[in-house]
């Protein structure tokens, strides 16, 4: 079986009035199905636009993929129509991005933001996505998630709005998790949790794969000390203190 994600040679760049950024610079990784892979580098290694890239979402102009194949179970993610690719996020991947403060609308209820999903790419009808709904919000942790679903995202704290990222993300049961740097905005403790919610969810569904971006201290990555992580170095800032980094995740991954 082809694996479940396949990047080969990935460049993807930017055209500015100051020149050519090469944001990514030639990746190349597999994720297998219940495999987790942290991707760790330094803060504009490349990871963001990496993990934007795979799900076609860089702005263009003035970015574009010019070079490599992204392979999704062996489909040419790269090939796909707009429409195609909309079915793709969200259905079959499902993404937490780095900012859970702006990636939630402040105007919607948390409920109505996890019910939109599931009656866009589930066609659920609006009392089965409810009910799906307060289901999501009790597995990734929140209390009295009926009365919860009712609510703001300012009616959140920091870690309860990733919970609801996550339950998003989740929420069509897709194969593959990009999470982004899904703990940064968080302290240490809550960090803790979500990354133990995460490996759960990894556990709890065996076709289910997470692929992790994470900052240049790969903290996270060694934390989640799952028999199934690697970690995956995003090259152009590869120093000593990054390829210690990776050494220890590598460690913690077997033990
Ligand atoms: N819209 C953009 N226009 C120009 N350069 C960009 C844009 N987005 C990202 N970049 C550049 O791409 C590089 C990689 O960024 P990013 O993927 O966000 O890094 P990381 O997530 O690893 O911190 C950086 O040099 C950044 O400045
Ligand atoms: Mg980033």
Not at 6 to 12: A, R
Not at 32 to 37: F, Q, S
Not at 74 to 90: F, T
Request: contains cysteine; glycine residues 10%.
């Amino acid at each position: 079986m082809a694996p479940l994600l396949q990047i080969k040679d990935l460049h993807t760049e930017f055209r500015t009035g100051a020149g050519v950024v090469c944001a990514v610079d030639g990746i190349s990784y597999t994720v297998e199905r219940g495999e987790t892979v942290a991707i760790v580098g330094e803060s504009g290694s490349g990871k963001s636009v990496g993990a934007l890239s795979i799900l076609r979402l860089i702005p263009h102009p003035p970015g574009r993929i010019t070079r490599g194949e992204i392979l999704f179970a062996g489909r040419d993610l790269m090939q796909l129509s707009d429409a195609q690719m909309r079915e793709v996020r969200g259905a079959d991947i499902g993404m937490i991005f780095q900012e859970p403060m702006t990636s939630l609308n402040p105007v919607l209820t948390i409920g109505r933001q996890i019910t939109e999903t599931l009656e866009q790419h589930r066609r659920s009808d609006p009392a089965s996505a409810h009910k799906r709904a307060i289901e999501l919000l009790g597995l990734v942790g929140i209390a009295d998630p009926a009365r919860r679903l009712k609510q703001y995202p300012h009616q959140f704290s920091g870690g309860m709005r990733q919970r609801v990222m996550i339950a998003i993300a989740i929420a069509c049961d897709p194969k593959l998790i990009i999470a982004d740097e899904p703990t940064t905005a968080l302290d240490v403790t809550i960090q803790a949790q979500i990354l133990e919610l995460m490996n759960g969810l990894t556990r709890a569904t065996p076709s289910g794969s997470t692929s992790c971006m994470r900052g240049a201290s790969s903290r996270a990555a060694r934390q989640r000390r799952s028999t199934t992580t690697r970690a995956i170095l995003t090259r152009w800032h590869c120093c000593g203190r990054c390829l210690g980094s990776i050494a220890r995740a590598r460690r913690a991954s077997t033990r």
